[in-house]
């Protein structure tokens, strides 16, 4: 069974930082066009950033600068690094990705930021 498991939320305040990171059951290699979501509360779950597998990134506009999304593939590990978290970064960040044409997501980590 194939799985992303999302790690490193937490409590932070606003300002600070937090290393998301989400461990994948198979090679990384097998995931295409990975990628991090987050939903905030009573709100639709929205894309966060993108890695797709030629090494191009995006990020949602609320979040450039602040945020970068990258891998490890020796660790089978897809990373977002937050800095400079606002309040209203607070949400469940979720990992996704697509293997052999299935959309793949965690379970999400709860990350909350302080005023």
């Known amino acids: 069974q194939v799985q992303l498991v999302e790690s490193g939320g937490g409590l932070v305040q606003a300002g600070g930082s937090l290393r998301l990171s989400c461990a994948t059951s198979?090679?990384?290699?097998?995931?295409?066009?990975m990628g991090w979501y987050r939903q905030a509360p009573g709100k639709q779950r929205d894309l966060v950033a993108t890695?797709?597998?030629?090494?191009?990134?995006d990020y949602v506009e609320s979040v450039k600068g602040r945020f970068t999304i990258s891998r490890d593939n020796a660790k089978n590990t897809l990373y977002l690094q937050m800095n400079s978290l606002k309040p209203e970064d607070t949400a469940v960040y979720y990992c996704?990705?697509?293997?052999?044409?299935?959309?793949?997501w965690g379970k999400g980590t709860l990350v909350t930021v302080s005023s």
């Open positions: 198979i090679s990384i290699y097998r995931i295409r066009d």
């Open positions: 890695l797709r597998d030629d090494g191009s990134t």
């Open positions: 996704n990705g697509d293997f052999l044409g299935l959309k793949l």
